[in-house]
Every structure is written in C-alpha cells, then in structure tokens.
C-alpha cells in the first residue's frame, strides 16, 4: 500500500538528549515537510524539502534539524536546542509545493 | 503574507442538524490553492478537498459541501445531516501559486466539532 509512515508513534526524551523521528513515504512525492502541533493549535511548518539533498526552513525551524539524502526519507533532528520539544509532530509528502499534502500518522514526543 | 483565519474554536452540535465552519484567508497573489483537512482524535490528518482559486464553482460531495467565495475571500464547509462519526477538529489551509514560489500549506488554527447523539 502507498503511504506515508512515522516512527516511533510515542517517544520520550530526556532532556539534553537528540532524538531523530523518522518519516518514510513511497508516493514517489517530491516535496516532503515537518509540521509541529501543539495542543489546541494549528500546525506550524517546522522544514520542508523540495527534492533532494535541499530543504528550506520554515517558521519555528531553530532547534530542529533535516536531512533529504533519499526521496523516500526525510527524517526530523529534534536538538536540546529546542527548548520546548514536547509537541505532536506530524510528517507529509506532496508531488510538489501547493499540491495535495498526505499526512502520516505522526509522532507524540515528550520530554521527560 | 498568506493567512488563514477559522473564527469558530469550537463547535458543538446535536446529531442531524447542519453545521457550517467559516475560513477566510488573505493572499496577494492571484493564483492560490485552499483545502480543508480533517483531524480525527486519532491525530492523522485526512484530506478532504482542494480548489484552486480559478475555479469558484461550489462542490457536493455526499453530506460535505464547499462554498467558495472570492469575492469575501472565504472558503466555507457544511456537513449536512452531521453524525458523531464526522467530530474531529477541521483545518482550513492556503498555499500560494507559482508566481509566490508555490509556498507550502499555511493552516488555520482549526474549528473542532463535537457532535453529540
């Protein structure tokens, strides 16, 4: 089945720590995102990826970092840098910027 | 600067009756692409639909309907005959045309809808 897939669904940090959320798709999409949601609020665009080994920041990308080495891949960094991490965050993948975005499952990540 | 503005937090409405959720958004370019998305308490967004700004014509889809307006620069959706089954939060979103660098998806806060049996 075509899809996109995040993983873990639940993780906890300690705080000090990296952790890396995993986002796969095999839609052959283009452009890939991180979007961050807190409770009660909208999602904010974290970072996005056009194609291949380039990605551009959106509007809370301090303390988060990416890499897009494959089409298929576009994992999310969260650094001790990100003050305040605990949040749901959900993965998309679109053909290509203002198409139809297709979200994965998320990931609810706290810190501890 | 796009924006998407969902007055309405919160929504509560008893099974059947009809229910609309307001979008208006700001944008400076003349092409421009709206959607809406439903969240349900499980956390995955769902896609529900997509226009573009060329094409006001309004949309039917089962009990959904979608109302755009360029004029008032709003893009509404109405459940008809609402179910418990459609109780989720409901996100309006924008996305700038080509002449902006087709900007990814600008969200609104969202409206979440409880229906009640």
């Known amino acids: 089945d075509g899809g996109i897939t995040q993983s873990p669904k639940y993780l906890f940090r300690k705080e000090g720590q990296n952790v890396t959320l995993s986002c796969e798709q095999n839609l052959n999409h283009d452009a890939m995102y991180w979007y961050r949601q807190d409770p009660g609020q909208g999602l904010r665009l974290i970072y996005y990826s056009q194609i291949v080994n380039d990605f551009q920041k959106g509007d809370i990308a301090e303390g988060y970092s990416v890499s897009r080495e494959k089409k298929e891949s576009f994992p999310l960094t969260v650094t001790s840098a990100q003050k305040n991490p605990t949040a749901f965050y959900l993965c998309?993948?679109?053909?290509?910027?203002?198409?139809?975005?297709?979200f994965g499952p998320g990931t609810r990540l706290t810190v501890l | 600067a796009q924006k998407v503005t969902q007055a309405q937090t919160e929504i509560s409405v008893v099974e059947k009756e009809d229910v609309t959720l307001d979008c208006v958004y700001e944008t400076r370019d003349t092409t421009y692409y709206l959607f809406w998305y439903k969240q349900p308490p499980s956390g995955e967004l769902v896609f529900l639909i997509r226009r573009n700004s060329f094409d006001e014509q309004n949309e039917i889809s089962g009990r959904y309907s979608w109302n755009f307006q360029k004029s008032t620069s709003s893009f509404n959706f109405t459940i008809t005959a609402s179910q418990v089954v459609d109780s989720a939060v409901y996100f309006c979103?924008?996305?700038?045309?080509?002449?902006?660098?087709?900007?990814?998806?600008?969200f609104g806060k969202g409206t979440r809808l409880s229906v009640i049996a």
């Open positions: 998309a993948s679109s053909i290509g910027t203002g198409h139809t975005q297709y």
């Open positions: 979103a924008l996305s700038e045309g080509l002449r902006s660098g087709n900007t990814p998806l600008v």
